[in-house]
């Protein structure tokens, strides 16, 4: 999983991140993720914003990528008041041949599925170790504190092994941006990504899952500043 502190430039992720935001057009609203690649496609549209004279108004995910957003200048509006959006971009932590991700390496997830899911077009931006033939990172859950017993012995039934995930700088477990834990499940290959969603999806206090089954499009970054695009 993407190292979350990580403070240094990757040329990959930039290209991948500058990209998207060419895709972007006047008039669009642009659902934003979170993390460190999209971070680029952010700045990149407050830069268009500001030179191009690009109109968009855009959705965030975090209140990272809010922070993002309004430093770079990038006018924003909520699915209360914008609920279908053109296009959404995000980073994953691990995608497959048929465009499956696994998504949460910052416990963003489940407000980028929402948003993924209320747009038009969603696509991924990703540097290239994030590729791989069958899924295998863990799965992060996003979990309802009061229901956190149940989906652990849950997810323990299904076969997995899930570890709820401690905080940096602060004793005890992250606390999501909605209130919630996350428990981290390793699957090991996981070779029906679908099935398994479904079954997640099943858990009572789990509210959401990491495995993204929408991605119509996956922009890689290479070091060299090109990218590499796969459509569904
Ligand atoms: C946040 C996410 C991120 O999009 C994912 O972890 C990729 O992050 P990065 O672009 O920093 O590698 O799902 O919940």
Same mark, same amino acid.
């Given at each position: 999983?993407?190292?979350?502190?990580?403070?240094?430039?990757?040329?990959?992720?930039?290209?991948?991140?500058?990209?998207?935001?060419?895709?972007?057009?006047?008039?669009?609203?642009?659902?934003?993720?979170?993390?460190?690649?999209?971070?680029?496609?952010?700045?990149?549209? *407050?830069?268009?914003?500001?030179?191009?004279?690009?109109?968009?108004?855009?959705?965030?995910?975090?209140?990272?990528?809010?922070?993002?957003?309004?430093?770079?200048?990038?006018?924003?509006?909520? &699915?209360?008041?914008?609920?279908?959006?053109?296009?959404?971009?995000?980073?994953?932590?691990?995608?497959?041949?048929? &465009?499956?991700? @696994?998504?949460?390496?910052?416990?963003?997830?489940?407000?980028?599925?929402?948003?993924?899911?209320?747009?038009?077009?969603?696509?991924?931006?990703?540097?290239?170790?994030?590729?791989?033939?069958?899924?295998?990172?863990?799965?992060? @859950?996003?979990?309802?504190?009061?229901?956190?017993?149940?989906?652990?012995?849950? &997810?323990?039934?299904? *076969?997995?092994?899930?570890?709820?995930?401690?905080?940096?700088?602060?004793?005890?477990?992250?606390?999501?941006?909605?209130?919630?834990?996350?428990?981290?499940?390793?699957?090991?290959?996981?070779?029906?990504?679908?099935?398994?969603?479904?079954?997640?999806?099943?858990?009572? *206090?789990?509210?959401?899952? *990491?495995?993204?089954?929408?991605?119509?499009?996956?922009?890689?970054?290479?070091?060299?500043?090109?990218?590499?695009?796969?459509?569904?």
């Amino acid at each position: 999983m993407a190292d979350r502190n990580q403070t240094s430039e990757s040329p990959e992720k930039k290209a991948a991140g500058v990209y998207a935001a060419s895709l972007v057009k006047s008039g669009d609203a642009v659902g934003l993720g979170t993390g460190s690649t999209v971070a680029y496609t952010i700045k990149e549209l *407050g830069r268009r914003i500001r030179e191009d004279k690009l109109d968009i108004v855009g959705v965030v995910t975090s209140y990272q990528s809010e922070a993002i957003a309004i430093e770079a200048g990038v006018p924003l509006t909520t &699915l209360a008041q914008t609920p279908k959006l053109t296009i959404a971009i995000d980073g994953a932590d691990q995608f497959d041949e048929n &465009l499956c991700a @696994i998504k949460g390496g910052g416990a963003a997830h489940t407000r980028e599925k929402i948003v993924s899911m209320s747009a038009a077009r969603f696509i991924v931006v990703s540097d290239p170790a994030k590729k791989v033939k069958h899924l295998s990172v863990s799965v992060p @859950i996003e979990v309802m504190p009061f229901g956190k017993e149940l989906v652990v012995t849950s &997810l323990k039934e299904l *076969g997995g092994s899930p570890v709820l995930r401690a905080a940096a700088k602060k004793d005890g477990p992250v606390i999501t941006d909605n209130g919630n834990f996350v428990v981290d499940c390793a699957f090991g290959e996981i070779k029906n990504p679908q099935e398994l969603a479904l079954k997640l999806s099943q858990i009572p *206090g789990a509210v959401e899952h *990491g495995i993204f089954m929408n991605v119509d499009e996956v922009i890689i970054g290479k070091a060299d500043g090109t990218v590499e695009i796969i459509q569904k």
